[in-house]
């Protein structure tokens, strides 16, 4: 399969317990967050978002949590399977130039 | 559900040659935008368009021209194709400004 980022951050979990991928944001005016999915070989899918007047968002599996005093953005996957596996990015939108910006995104490892 | 579509998974292309890749979306959405993606340095803006022959350039948009005569379609050209501009390509399109996006499969490009 294709290779999304060689130098990605990697987080292993073992089939059945729960993910937390971790995202830190820079602008404190950004007021709309979105988590991708992006498996190998594929385009990046929408998978939840949150906006800032609120700090927690569920989703089936998925919960999105925002902590705006530290500017820190987190996914949790409950009971985590193999199709679990693909990196996630994280997506900020910051409100001065009205564009999403990208992270690098995290390679969530499933250990059988 | 909103499908965007990419005229090519994989392309093979010689240095100098001119590149189509054409990206058509079904959801009547205002807003495309093509990316390139690469190992390590994450999702980098090419070019966008917020409405039919209109064009803004991103971050990276030297070698790049684009096209939208239709509001579904929003076309990448590489003018003189250069190794350097080998790549995962992927489209783009939202609703509205700073809205979720919505991506393509993406087309793997190699310039020998």
């Known amino acids: 399969g294709e290779s999304v980022g060689l130098h990605l951050p990697t987080l292993s979990v073992q089939e059945g317990d729960n993910s937390i991928i971790n995202c830190a944001y820079s602008?404190?005016?950004?007021?709309?967050f979105i988590w991708y999915k992006q498996e190998s070989g594929k385009g990046p899918q929408f998978i939840i978002d949150?906006?800032?007047?609120?700090d927690k968002r569920q989703g089936q599996r998925v919960t999105v949590l925002l902590n705006k005093t530290v500017k820190h953005l987190s996914l949790q996957i409950a009971a985590t399977q193999p199709g679990d596996s693909a990196v996630y990015f994280c997506?900020?939108?910051?409100?001065?130039?009205?564009?999403?910006?990208f992270g690098k995104g995290t390679r969530l490892h499933i250990l059988p | 559900d909103v499908k965007v579509t990419q005229s090519s998974r994989y392309l093979v292309k010689r240095t100098g040659e001119k590149v189509f890749l054409e990206c058509v979306q079904d959801?009547?959405?205002?807003?495309m935008f093509w990316y390139r993606q690469d190992p390590g340095l994450g999702l980098r803006l090419i070019y966008f368009?917020?409405?039919?022959?209109?064009?803004e350039k991103g971050d990276i948009p030297e070698g790049y021209s684009v096209s939208r005569e239709k509001k579904e379609r929003f076309s990448l050209i590489l003018e003189s194709a250069s190794t350097n501009q080998t790549s995962m390509y992927l489209c783009?399109?939202?609703?509205?400004?700073?809205?979720?996006?919505?991506f393509g499969p993406g087309t793997r490009l190699l310039v020998l």
């Open positions: 783009a399109s939202s609703l509205r400004n700073a809205e979720t996006q919505y």
């Open positions: 602008n404190s005016a950004s007021d709309y």
């Open positions: 949150i906006r800032s007047n609120m």
């Open positions: 997506a900020e939108n910051r409100n001065r130039d009205d564009k999403i910006i």
């Open positions: 959801m009547d959405h205002e807003n």
């Open positions: 368009s917020y409405d039919v022959k209109m064009k």
